[in-house]
């Protein structure tokens, strides 16, 4: 009876712990009844970064936090690792490997050090642990921001007293957004700059403008000078770019260059140049000489084309940053092609062209120098003139018949061209004729600075005697070696030569009457160099020329009215003088009375 009940004490316990295993799993699912345990099966261990992120200026250090925690009781050591580093940057673990307690964590700081520069951008990096055959990874998105300067063209040349402008672009990389305050270093004394708008915001990787004016006084001394712009934001001090400022004192020869230039300013055959820019010689023959003035006409498809050409924007800036004056051609077509269409493709080259960097006036190609019924032709120039000052707000307006003219026409332009063409102008032509060819000497009733002349087909350098002999009659001239059809098509090797002889100091000679009792009048002065009339015109007038030069002046007399009596600084009564000054000189002529 005994064992009896023994052995139903028994099964009623095991009934009631069967019973009971599902419950108190259910309170403790983590309690293991009736299982087999195996040490160690879910042993594990995870990895995290905080931050998960991690993005800086690329040239400041960072870091983030490598957690590294137990799973099921890991406790073994975890070898840390990182791909995807950016070349500029070193990576480094502060521990490594790295030991979990069971059930807890551990840390390791992944320091993020610069090795001047890494490129800015958007990187991965990969932190792995391994320990074993157990290996997790984590991605961290790195970032490296940056903010970059630059300008346009780079020499930038100004004259005394005078200013220039530039244009500084802002870049945005890796995502940077933010203001970016512009200043300038190294200026010189008697400069002033203005940088506006200042600060500018790029958008994330894009990019912001700004313009920077430098403004040079009468007292800027010559010479070449090395600023430097940057951008900073905030604490952080970005990108910065070195400009090479050339400050020229005002005085000019008295003879310059006007030239045609009717080629693409960008081609690869041009790889010679930076940039491909096929205009580059021209720009070198001003930065070396230049006191010379250069005038370049720019023809994009025989005017200024259907639309605007973003080349011809940036070539047009590259020439006028060095002090070379821009024009845009435009043809006339003898006076017959309707002035409104003209009118509106002035109005072309402004808007498409124009501006502090752009073109500084138009070339009148095809220039009729036929009056006309009632001089219409004259009054067809003069109103596209007038549209250029006035309604276009340019300075220059040049007329090219190629050819002898009319005294009717010269008022009409600023600048003639009165010979073009493959053989030697005598100096007859240079001197003017009249319409049946026999030298009447008109142009020389004009300052010499409101004409020029062309010759092409020459294949060599002029000689520099004939070059500097025909500046005293032209205010501009040029050669070149091309040819029909198109002897504008590119630029002179001899470019250079052709400006070192004309790269000579010019001073005014001002020529001025009056008569016995000192009140200015009326009189005709004649200017002449080793015989060849140079001037011949009325009182008061200046003449342009090479300082040291020698001329021979000869005051007329008009009888009935006014006879020469004396020069009024020496009190020489002998008419006919000679001069060479070296300096800006006044002579004055004193009449009597007959």
């Not at 580093?85 to 992944?110: C, E, H, R, Y």
């Not at 003879?255 to 693409?264: D, R």
């Not at 020389?444 to 002999?469: H, I, L, M, N």
């Not at 009596?565 to 800006?584: E, K, M, Q, V, Y």
């Amino acid at each position: 009876m005994q064992e009896k009940n023994s052995r139903l004490f028994l099964s009623s316990f095991v009934i009631l712990i069967l019973l009971l295993v599902p419950v108190l799993q259910t309170v403790s699912p983590n309690l293991n009844f009736m299982r087999p345990q195996t040490a160690n099966a879910l042993a594990d261990f995870t990895i995290s970064a905080s931050p998960s992120s991690v993005t800086n200026f690329r040239d400041q250090a960072n870091s983030t936090t490598i957690t590294v925690t137990s799973v099921g009781g890991f406790s073994s050591a975890v070898t840390l690792s990182v791909s995807g580093v950016p070349n500029g940057v070193s990576a480094s673990f502060s521990s490594n490997p790295i030991t979990p307690p069971a059930q807890g964590s551990a840390n390791s700081t992944l320091a993020l050090n610069i090795i001047p520069y890494p490129a800015p951008g958007y990187y991965t990096l990969n932190v792995t642990g391994t320990s074993g055959s157990i290996s997790h990874s984590i991605l961290i998105p790195y970032t490296l921001k940056d903010l970059e300067v630059d300008e346009d063209i780079n020499p930038l040349t100004v004259y005394a007293p005078s200013s220039t402008n530039d244009t500084i672009t802002v870049y945005s990389f890796g995502g940077f957004h933010a203001p970016v305050t512009l200043s300038v270093s190294g200026v010189p004394s008697n400069v002033t700059t203005l940088i506006s708008p200042n600060p500018v915001t790029p958008p994330a990787d894009g990019s912001a403008t700004s313009k920077i004016t430098i403004t040079t006084g009468n007292q800027a001394a010559a010479g070449t000078y090395s600023l430097n712009i940057k951008g900073t934001s905030g604490s952080y001090t970005g990108g910065w770019i070195p400009l090479s400022l050339t400050i020229n004192t005002k005085w000019h020869s008295s003879t310059g260059i006007v030239e045609p230039l009717y080629k693409y300013p960008y081609k690869t055959s041009c790889s010679i140049y930076a940039h491909n820019f096929c205009w580059q010689p021209v720009n070198d023959t001003k930065n070396q000489y230049p006191h010379v003035p250069i005038f370049v006409i720019v023809n994009p498809n025989s005017g200024a084309g259907h639309s605007k050409d973003s080349s011809y924007v940036k070539g047009i800036a590259n020439l006028t940053k060095s002090g070379i004056i821009v024009l845009g051609y435009t043809p006339t077509k003898y006076g017959t092609r309707a002035l409104a269409t003209v009118e509106a493709e002035i109005a072309n080259w402004t808007s498409w062209y124009g501006g502090p960097n752009g073109i500084s006036g138009i070339e009148l190609d095809e220039m009729t120098n036929n009056p006309g019924i009632l001089n219409a032709n004259v009054t067809y120039y003069q109103t596209l003139t007038n549209y250029i000052h006035n309604n276009q707000g340019l300075k220059y307006s040049f007329g090219n018949p190629g050819t002898e003219s009319k005294p009717i026409f010269q008022p009409t332009v600023d600048l003639m061209n009165i010979f073009e063409g493959s053989t030697t102008p005598s100096n007859g032509t240079l001197q003017g004729k009249d319409s049946n060819g026999i030298v009447n000497y008109w142009h020389t009733q004009y300052d010499k600075s409101t004409f020029r002349f062309e010759q092409y087909g020459v294949a060599s350098a002029p000689s520099r005697s004939f070059v500097q002999g025909t500046s005293v009659y032209d205010g501009y001239m040029f050669f070149t070696n091309y040819t029909l059809p198109n002897p504008w098509a590119g630029i002179p090797p001899y470019l250079n030569t052709l400006a070192s002889y004309l790269n000579n100091p010019s001073v005014l000679s001002g020529l001025y009457a009056q008569d016995t009792s000192n009140n200015p009048i009326t009189a005709r002065i004649l200017m002449t160099q080793s015989g060849s009339q140079v001037r011949n015109a009325t009182t008061p007038f200046n003449y342009n020329e090479t300082a040291g030069w020698q001329f021979v002046l000869n005051p007329q007399n008009s009888c009935p009215g006014h006879t020469f009596d004396h020069w009024l600084d020496t009190g020489l009564t002998t008419a006919s003088r000679t001069i060479a000054p070296i300096i800006n000189t006044n002579y004055t002529a004193v009449y009597r009375t007959c």
